[in-house]
């Protein structure tokens, strides 16, 4: 980047990330400081990013869980064939996809590339199959969580990759089922949850082509969305409630620790 090119996408992110050059600075200070949209944008995402450090320095501090020690991962026949190190990442899988989360995974490796999710329009899509089957009263979801090893199998086998339904129960929402949906140009899988009031909430989830870890914050249409990429996967979490009630949603199964 030099002093003399307009502010880009690059230079916030690079902002954000706290990665801008010295001679960058006061050029996104002075655009920033001109364009309120888009600093209230940056400003959120600091705080999406602070607030996310937090509570995985939080998670990070804490002693590592007996069903994750060595000595009881090797005592696993099963685990064992696998070996220590993937059993204990594995244990903190979001999805089954090879999401590494929880005791390993160090804030500083959170990166917010909220430009590669709007470009490939995942956020929109997530948004809009959420809203699209948020109503469905007969048919919210294809197949059901009455029977959850059919729904994990049938999921599993058409995105490509073995799927395990989280657990939100925590947050007072059981799983309704879910259903397969065009994502892209890839499969995407969604699953549907809903409260004891009615209210429902959606993971969405597609193969990417990215390795890298994002987490950010989309709103459309009364609709929030927690987005990210990790392990060459979109993720969302959406849900028609405010961002103060789906961040620890998102973040705990960011973490994996459902």
């Keep these: 980047m030099n002093t003399g090119s307009p502010i880009g996408e690059d230079d916030l992110q690079a902002y ?15 655009y920033l400081a001109g364009h309120p949209e888009v ?10 990013r602070e607030a996310l450090r937090v509570r995985l320095s939080e998670k990070f501090a804490e002693p590592i869980p ?9 005592s696993n026949a099963a685990l064992r064939r696998r070996g220590w190190y993937r059993s204990a990442m594995t244990a903190c899988i979001f999805l089954g996809i090879g999401l590494a989360g929880g005791w390993w995974l160090k804030p500083e490796g959170v990166q917010i590339n909220a430009a590669r999710l709007s470009e490939a329009g995942f956020a ?7 809203r699209t089957f948020v109503v469905e009263v007969a048919h919210p979801v294809e197949v059901g969580a009455d ?14 990759r073995a799927l395990t ?10 799983l309704l089922g879910g259903r397969v949906l065009p994502g892209g140009g890839a499969a995407a899988a969604q699953l549907m949850y809903e409260d004891d009031k009615g209210e429902r909430l959606a993971v969405y989830l597609r ?25 060459g996967f979109d993720f969302a979490v959406s849900a028609s409630v405010d961002r103060a009630k789906l961040l620890p949603i998102a973040t705990a199964i960011y973490q994996g620790m459902i």
Aim: proline content about 4%; glycine content about 6%; overall charge negative.
């Design 39 to 48: 600093s209230a944008r940056v400003t959120q995402q600091l705080a999406d």
């Design 66 to 74: 007996a069903r994750l020690r060595i000595a009881n991962l090797q």
């Design 16 to 30: 954000i990330d706290g990665k801008l050059p010295p001679d960058r600075q006061a050029l996104v200070d002075a």
């Design 124 to 130: 929109a899509n997530a948004s809009d199959a959420y």
């Design 147 to 160: 029977d959850e090893a059919h729904l994990v199998t049938w999921l599993s086998k058409r995105s490509g």
């Design 165 to 174: 339904p989280p657990n939100l129960s925590a947050f007072g929402y059981k």
């Design 207 to 231: 193969a990417g082509q990215s390795a890298q870890t994002a987490f950010t914050f989309e709103e459309k249409n009364g609709v929030s969305s927690f987005v990210w990429v990790d392990q």
